[in-house]
């Protein structure tokens, strides 16, 4: 069974960083493309950022390329989130979700974690 | 950018079908992702590529696409179906994935 675990989320100060990690487990993560999906409270989705199985190709938000950075560890079975410059409105639910295929364009995603919050504010 | 249109509500009784429309510029000729979303809960896929489903998800839920309009079809509404639902496609103009806005199912 896919298990995704998401941490790193707090309140943090506008200009501010976070680094938000997502354990995998339940399958050969370096397979599979994996993407971070956000949601303010009360909204609808938004993603952020996906990053290719191997890290052949990330893309990125318009709403967050240059402040961003989708990274993923196949050693520890880890995507990562590097948050700079942080925003009022990034505060959203971070989800950790998991692609299809190893490409990360066209396939659905078909494994979803429980989120994490950042909160930015002053 | 790419924009998807979703209706914010639907609503129906139950046993009766539900339509989610989804409305896009030639959504006809992309991959079409549906996703159901419960109260305090992480979203869930329902569909893929228009008409698969995962495992689990029950036959009531289909999808179909044509034109500008695709169309999440839930059928014998129950209950338990009363979530948000959003659909999604890769654009790759811009090499974006994009959400709908979501719609929020009431079953009366």
């Known amino acids: 069974e896919v298990h995704l675990v998401e941490s790193g989320g707090d309140l943090v100060h506008p200009g501010g960083s976070l680094r938000l990690s997502c354990a995998a487990s339940g399958f050969n993560f370096e397979n599979y493309a994996m993407h971070w999906v956000r949601q303010a409270p009360g909204k609808g989705l938004e993603w952020v950022a996906g990053i290719s199985g191997g890290s052949v190709t990330s893309y990125y938000a318009d709403a967050v390329k240059g402040r961003f950075t989708i990274s993923r560890d196949k050693s520890e079975n880890t995507l990562f989130l590097q948050l700079d410059s942080l925003r009022d409105e990034d505060t959203a639910f971070y989800y950790c979700v998991k692609g299809r295929e190893i490409v990360l364009v066209v396939y659905a995603m078909d494994s979803w974690g429980q989120g994490t919050l950042v909160t930015v504010s002053s | ?108």
């Open chain 2, 1 to 108: 950018s790419y924009i998807l249109t979703q209706p914010p509500s639907v609503s129906e009784a139950p046993g009766k079908t539900a339509t989610i429309t989804c409305g896009g510029d030639n959504i006809g000729r992309k991959n079409v992702h549906w996703y159901q979303q419960r109260p305090g809960q992480a979203p869930v896929l329902v569909i893929s590529d228009e008409n698969d489903r995962p495992s689990g998800i029950p036959e009531r839920f289909s999808g179909s696409k044509s034109g500008n309009t695709a169309t999440l079809t839930i059928t014998r509404v129950e209950a338990g179906d009363e979530a948000d639902y959003y659909c999604q496609v890769w654009h790759s103009n811009t090499a974006h994935w994009v959400f709908g806005g979501g719609t929020k199912l009431t079953v009366l």
